[in-house]
């Protein structure tokens, strides 16, 4: 089988990430044989320059007929003044619709290289962590009914899940569970909300009928927001609605102290998916060979394992990251205070290719 990959670098350091990590996966497919083709679409800035839209059709055309996608990241200052619609971030709300994909998945983990970078207290830091914040993306109080009252003065939002919405995004934390430690926490606020606990009987009833394997519990929110900085080393996958998920994802990267090691997905119910480093397009340090390229690369490693089912070439990538970080490379984002000795993203990913090559 040939993966059909679609690359769409985006604007600022997009371009130079996304290059990164498809040569990563070329090097992947050299060692282990598997064949990928890569095709190259635009959105973003570049996109509505060249075609005035954000999201040509060519490129949600050329996305639906791949097996996943690659993207790097959209927007910038020279598009800061263009109308609300025309926004290059419209071009990833644009391809989650065109593509279906209704759950987020963001990995945060300490590579143990970079345990100092971590905010946590030293002693929770060295027992290390590694979750799986699964979110429910296109449901929830961020789509619901909302308005003002007459005089302006009073305003309402309202959350609502159905059995189905729920079903669907716990499936993927399952059998995401499935493919790590084979733990899901579900978080909600089912002391106060309907919604909550219809999510908590769903999400039960799904666990006990069809993934009776994995370990199931629940977490009041609140609760979940403390765990994870007091004891992340608990969790492996966490399961929540779109506000809470959106709330506990930005937490828990942040905690790990690097925006340039990491990586996610969207995901919807097929294998395609949509894999990007949670960062934005970095217009200050764009085209200088600085940005670090490692959270791109660990999107691809999402790729191969999530969307392709090649867990030994995703391995392969992950433990490469995690030896040239043992071996003490670092681009600038991650240097040590102090440190002086720092190399480019260009040298950074030969680093990664060189172990992929070797180990
Ligand atoms: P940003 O993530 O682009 O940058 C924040 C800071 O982190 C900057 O100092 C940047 O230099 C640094 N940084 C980011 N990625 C890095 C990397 N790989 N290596 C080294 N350093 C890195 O966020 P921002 O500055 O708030 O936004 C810049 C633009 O990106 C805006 O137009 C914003 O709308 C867009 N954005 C896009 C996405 C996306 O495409 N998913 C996400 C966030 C922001």
């Excluded at 030293?122 to 619901?144: C, H, N, Q, S, W």
């Excluded at 660990?298 to 394992?305: F, G, I, N, T, V």
Aim: one cysteine or more.
């Amino acid at each position: 089988m040939i993966y059909k990959i679609a690359i769409v670098p985006g604007d600022g350091i997009g371009p130079e990430v996304t290059g990164a990590a498809s040569d990563v996966l070329k090097a992947v497919s050299e060692r282990f044989g598997c064949e990928f083709e890569f095709n190259e679409y635009l959105a973003g800035g570049c996109a509505l320059d060249k075609y005035g839209v954000p999201l040509p059709q060519e490129t949600i055309d050329g996305c639906l007929a791949s097996d996943s996608v690659l993207l790097g990241a959209v927007g910038g200052p020279k598009w800061d003044a263009v109308p609300n619609h025309m926004r290059p971030e419209k071009a990833l709300l644009g391809l989650r619709k065109e593509l279906g994909l209704f759950t987020n998945l963001r990995p945060a983990s300490i590579q143990p290289a970079l345990a100092d970078a971590c905010v946590l207290r030293p002693d929770i830091a060295a027992k290390g962590f590694d979750l799986m914040i699964v979110r429910e993306l296109t449901g929830g109080i961020y789509f619901g009914d909302r308005g003002r009252n007459e005089a302006g003065d009073a305003a309402y939002d309202t959350e609502s899940y159905s059995v189905a919405e729920i079903e669907r995004v716990a499936r993927r934390a399952f059998e995401t569970a499935r493919k790590r430690r084979g733990h899901v926490t579900s978080v909600d606020k089912a002391n106060v909300l309907e919604t909550s606990r219809l999510w908590r009987e769903s999400v039960h009833r799904l666990g006990e009928t069809e993934y009776p394997d994995v370990r199931l519990d629940d977490m009041y929110v609140d609760n979940a927001a403390m765990q994870i900085i007091r004891d992340p080393s608990f969790f492996d996958v966490i399961v929540t609605s779109n506000m809470f998920g959106d709330i506990l994802s930005d937490e828990a990267s942040q905690v790990t102290g690097s925006i340039g090691l990491l990586a996610s997905a969207s995901l919807g119910s097929s294998s395609r998916g949509m894999y990007e480093p949670i960062h934005g397009s970095a217009p200050d340090i764009a085209g200088k060979d600085i940005a670090n390229p490692i959270a791109a690369i660990l999107s691809a490693a999402m790729m191969l394992r999530y969307s392709f089912n090649l867990a030994e070439e995703a391995d392969a990538v992950e433990k490469a990251v995690a030896d040239v970080l043992a071996d003490g490379l670092r681009t600038a984002d991650i240097k040590a205070p102090g440190q002086t000795d720092f190399i480019k993203g260009s040298e950074m990913k030969k680093a990664v290719l060189e172990k992929i090559g070797r180990n």
